[in-house]
């Protein structure tokens, strides 16, 4: 994933001209429409749509480096896409997790409603968890992620009430350590994600989402609780005027873990020392202390730069940063729209192909398929910013969350 993000610059006469609005923190459910827009911190909005064109790019283009016969301009892509987004885009969209379920609680809690803050985010988890075990039994090439992402929120909702000084600790503590954990658990490694058809073996499936699937919780809690500490860090800092004196230091602190984690494997070939799957080495999606360096040292880069570019209590005015803005804004949406497109797709090539399908047609991978995945996350977000509304999966979730736990 490429960090030329669509953030726009906080410069007069630029594409995204921004005028002050009032605290971005404070969005509760029940406000209207147009106070959340106000309210909300854009940058992460648009931080949240690269994640999300991240990881369709990784579905839709970046398979396709995988092809041994590809050639031309779209294998070149693809090759750029597998490098910049494989396991970067879905650790992006989990520490933004973390942010937002910080921003989501925080008017909660300010008031004094722990238990109702913590009560909030497991009905929102356990919601995702039930979309993701829906879309699991749709045919389709994509890993789908709400399962893993869902019971992470609901495990990740009790530290909402710690103190991010206390959180430093076990945060290292499983990043260092959850990859051997992982390595010394005895049976298969699950290269899928959880499916009703697959509960039916519980010790299989807790193994799977505990330690050895491709979304493992032992790594994406930490990537969660990341996502916590650096909201909890910013908005401290928009309290005391340093928002984005604070952004910039965070954003290089970032860059420095990424780079900290590439440069591991290469200075153990240095040392005559690498190992396939070695704590060291930070292939995607292996959990271990050099993978995790190196996402989340790029996804802490990226939202606190995107901060420090607009900051919080700056509004984005134009109209085509309203409707980036607006799709941002309704990533559940998006991607469960992702994934349907995604499965209609390979049923009409197996269909089409009578069964055999040996080719990959451009309506299933290409950048065909991707720029209408692109055009349609566009499309929605123009509608959602003409309307000033929320995604209608963000607002069902929004709605089931205020009748299950009242404000």
């Known amino acids: 994933m490429t960090s030329n993000s669509p953030v726009p610059a906080p410069r007069g006469g ?4 921004l005028a002050p609005v009032r605290d971005s923190a404070r969005a509760p459910d029940h406000q209207p429409a147009h106070e ?29 480096a995988l092809v041994p016969d590809a050639d031309g301009i779209q294998a070149l892509l693809a090759q750029v896409a597998h ?56 045919p389709s090439s994509v890993m789908v992620v709400l399962v893993p992402f869902g019971l992470a929120m609901m495990l990740t909702a009790p530290l909402l009430l710690v103190p991010s000084r206390a959180l430093v600790a076990p945060l290292v503590l499983l990043a260092a350590a959850g990859h051997p954990l992982a390595q010394s658990v005895p049976g298969p490694v699950e290269f899928g994600t959880v499916t009703l058809l697959s509960l039916d073996d519980p010790i299989g499936v807790l193994r799977g989402i ?15 609780v990341l996502g916590m500490m650096l909201m909890r860090r910013l908005l401290h800092a928009q309290q005391t ?12 602190i970032g860059v420095l873990a990424a780079l900290l984690g590439h440069a591991l494997p290469l200075v153990a070939r240095m040392l005559g020392a690498s190992t396939q799957g070695a704590w060291y080495m930070a292939a995607p999606h292996t959990g271990t202390l050099g993978d995790m360096l190196a996402t989340g040292g790029v996804a802490v880069a990226l939202i606190a730069s995107a901060i420090w570019l607009l900051p919080p209590g700056r509004h984005l005015v134009r109209r085509s940063a309203r409707i980036l803005r607006s799709a941002g804004a309704a990533p559940l949406s998006l991607y469960v729209l992702h994934v349907l497109l995604t499965s209609v797709g ?22 065909g398929v991707l720029g209408v995945h692109l055009l349609l996350v566009v499309a929605v977000g123009a509608v959602l910013a003409r309307r000033g509304s929320r995604g209608p999966l963000e607002a069902l979730l929004a709605r089931i969350g205020r009748r299950v736990v009242p404000a």
Do not use: K, N
């Open 14 to 17: 630029s594409a995204t001209a």
């Open 83 to 138: 490098v910049l987004t494989e396991g970067t885009s879905s650790t992006l969209f989990a520490v933004i997790g973390g942010c937002s379920l910080v921003l989501a609680t925080r008017r909660r809690l300010e008031i004094g409603d722990r238990r109702g803050a913590v009560l909030s985010v497991l009905v929102r988890g356990a919601c995702v968890v039930a979309i993701g075990l829906l879309l699991e039994l749709l």
């Open 346 to 367: 390979l049923i009409a090539a197996v269909v089409l192909s009578g069964g055999e399908l040996t080719t990959m047609p451009w309506y299933v991978a290409g950048m």
């Open 210 to 224: 505990i330690l050895t699937g491709q979304y493992p919780l032992i790594t994406w809690v930490p990537y969660l």
């Open 36 to 64: 959340r827009a106000a309210t909300r911190i854009e940058a992460l909005d648009l931080v949240r749509l690269l994640a999300i064109v991240g990881m369709m790019t990784a579905h839709l283009l970046a398979p396709l």
């Open 241 to 252: 005027g340093q928002v984005r004196c604070s952004a910039r230091r965070i954003a290089a």
